[in-house]
């Protein structure tokens, strides 16, 4: 992508900060999708890898499916981060249908696909009744069921498995109706895993962007600030693994109009990631304009700035240079 198009980017995070919040309410939680009339929950052995790169399980039992569950289930390869063992049992959650353009549940000609929605990436775990009894969890929309559900979700947070951390994470961030009934002692205690480094950092951004729908008790929205600010500080732009994370501190502190320290914000510009650059100059021109020529000068003299980086960089100076002064 070129620089220019990067720079038009920068014109829409804002757009993209309360974008990414209202979504949240719009995607389903997991218990919820893994609830849908068009998804299979089976207990399958996997057999051997099919034609194409695809996964081949033998079923052994269904624990929930409308549909008739075949003998064999032959189902797309997806990311996955070691390959199932042949001869190991699994529970997995697939699907046979997706949405067509015109938002219509249509037959998936790739047939059998793994559920894909945020906290079930993929949808395959090593079979365990703690993982059964997880996928069969039924929470429902009740207002009452659901504050019975957060302890239960509180404590899969405290996990070692960051699988369970991310589906609770995400069973939390998509309930906004539950968000908006969480004291400031559970706040503290989603706030201690959002700074927890070793929890996952997907679990992690969507919590953060969850607490702007969490209401105010005492100093709670401030701590979240502060948490959001932290983690900026906390971490640097060549350590990618944590992009999403950090990308997600700056909206939460867009969304909140929080001023960050010049100081905090300027590493950010030294990043590879140009979506960070974007949200870091955004941060500047919003709160420290007076700076924003002097940081961007600071950050053209690193030698250590990646190439695309400083394409970048140097056509925005470009359209400040072009921009007409401040009355």
Do not use: C
Not at 11 to 38: C, E, N, Q
Not at 168 to 174: F, G, K
Not at 275 to 303: I, Y
């Amino acid at each position: 992508m070129s620089p220019v198009r990067h720079f038009l980017g920068l014109a829409t995070l804002l757009l993209l900060v309360s974008t990414s919040v209202a979504m949240a309410a719009r995607i389903d939680p997991p218990s919820i999708a893994l609830g849908r009339p068009t998804t299979s929950l089976v207990l399958a052995r996997f057999k051997d890898v099919g034609p194409g790169d695809r996964l081949v399980f033998e079923t052994e039992r269904t624990l929930r499916s409308e549909a008739a569950v075949p003998a064999l289930i032959d189902i797309a390869k997806p990311d996955l981060i070691e390959p199932p063992r042949v001869g190991e049992r699994y529970v997995l959650a697939y699907t046979v249908v997706k949405s067509d353009a015109l938002k219509r549940t249509v037959a998936n000609t790739r047939g059998a696909v793994f559920l894909a929605t945020p906290g079930l990436e993929p949808a395959l775990w090593k079979a365990s009744a703690e993982i059964e009894a997880l996928v069969t969890w039924t929470i429902g929309d009740e207002p009452a069921a659901m504050r019975a559900a957060l302890p239960r979700l509180l404590a899969l947070l405290r996990s070692r498995d960051p699988r369970l951390q991310d589906f609770a994470a995400a069973e939390l961030a998509y309930r906004p109706a539950l968000l908006r009934t969480l004291d400031a002692g559970e706040q503290r205690r989603l706030r201690h895993f959002v700074a927890r480094p070793g929890g996952p950092s997907a679990a992690r951004a969507r919590l953060l962007l969850a607490a702007l729908q969490m209401p105010a008790h005492g100093r709670s929205q401030t701590s979240w600030d502060d948490e959001a600010t932290r983690l900026l500080r906390a971490h640097r732009p060549a350590d990618r693994i944590h992009t999403e994370l950090v990308l997600d501190a700056f909206r939460f502190l867009e969304s909140r109009d929080v001023a960050v320290p010049s100081s905090v914000v300027q590493p950010w510009l030294a990043s590879a990631e140009i979506a960070l650059v974007e949200a870091a100059l955004a941060s500047l021109r919003r709160h420290a304009p007076d700076s924003e020529r002097d940081a961007l000068g600071r950050a053209l003299q690193r030698a250590d700035l990646p190439q695309a980086t400083r394409a970048f960089l140097l056509t925005y100076r470009d359209r400040l240079d072009q921009r007409p002064p401040a009355s």
